[in-house]
């Protein structure tokens, strides 16, 4: 019987920054249906990966494939396959939240009829179906994630990219967030890929965990898996344990990637 191909595949991906290297090498698999978590301090490399798996960023080195297809050779197969929660704001807050769930999914070739579906569908998934026609920058923090994460889903993509989804969100708007995709992953067997630095967020809410730090990933599996390698009680403790109790400086990094990107664009 033949096994099924991942979800997501990265085998040896590194990218640097002039001469920092944010990602170091890393290789690990995300089966199709399941929802994996990438933790990891600040500037351990999660967003710069989620930035190449999503064509947004070019890998120095390593071989990706997302759904089959390459993010960097076909990129415009790989886009059809995900849809992605940025961690910063990325509506237009003066369309209407119908107006920015049409547009996107024009974007992305939707028919006109099954965009009208899609759009009734989702809207109504996220509670805002009774908001569709009032303009987003009326809307609260948690009404626009949610309007996010619906948007990210008009094209029915296999796979659903979130990064840091819940920053700054309230208990109850963070635990519907977490149903609806709970429900996505179960109904429509979506492979959910996320970030966070909410530890019983990631706890709760994945079946594998990989913990990233300076670049490297330090140890993958089950959130049990993992605390009993760590011997730890709770996926907190285990992460402080195997990352570290300082805090991070983050300055210098910031400053040697946009040297390095500065140079790059300097080049074209």
Partial sequence: MATESPAISVENLVKKFGNFTAVDNISFTVPRGKKFVFLGPNGAGKTTTIKILTTLLHPTSGNIKV????PVTEQQLARKSFGIVFQDPSLDDDLTAYENMDFHGAFYDVPKKLRKERIEYLLNLVDLWERKDDFVKTFSGGMKRRLEVARGLIHHPKILFLDEPILGLDPQTRNHLWDYVRELNQKEGMTVFFTTHYMEEADKNSDIIAIIDHGKIIV???SQEIKEKAKAETLEEAFLKLTGHSIR???????DQLRAMAKLWGRR
């Fill in 67 to 70: 759904d089959l297809y390459d």
């Fill in 220 to 222: 993958e599996g089950t």
């Fill in 249 to 255: 400086k983050e300055a210098g990094t910031a400053q």
